[in-house]
């Protein structure tokens, strides 16, 4: 298994940034797929899924209308464009598979750095 976060950047807010996700080691075009980010002092968050097709995706409150998550099956890969940061959006961003992490593969990569600030 490996998983590769990257695009990660210091951005103003109300800026955007797209970051980008290689998982390989999965059955990656069968299942889900999920962006989590985690703040300093605070617990991870999924904040974007996106289901095997790309054809649905779900976001948590606090990024709806500004985070777009996509996928690509044929490279392996998972984005998440942001747009319209804010200082709350700082965080380091990871991307995984619920439905491995559901049955015990509690597999991470390195995560990507995104701090927004003036």
């Known amino acids: 298994v490996h998983i590769v976060e990257s695009g990660g950047d210091a951005a103003q807010p109300g800026g955007p940034l797209r970051l980008s996700c290689s998982i390989s080691g999965f059955a990656f075009s069968l299942y889900g797929a999920s962006w989590y980010r985690q703040a300093p002092g605070k617990e991870r968050e999924s904040v974007a899924t996106?289901?095997?097709?790309?054809?649905?995706?779900n976001y948590v409150d606090s990024v709806k209308g500004r985070f777009t998550i996509s996928r690509d099956n044929a490279k392996n890969m998972v984005y998440l464009q942001m747009d319209n940061l804010r200082p709350e959006d700082t965080a380091v961003y990871f991307c995984n598979m619920p439905y491995y992490l559901g049955h015990g593969i509690n597999f991470w990569g390195q995560g990507t750095q995104v701090t927004v600030s003036s």
């Open positions: 996106i289901d095997s097709t790309g054809s649905s995706s």
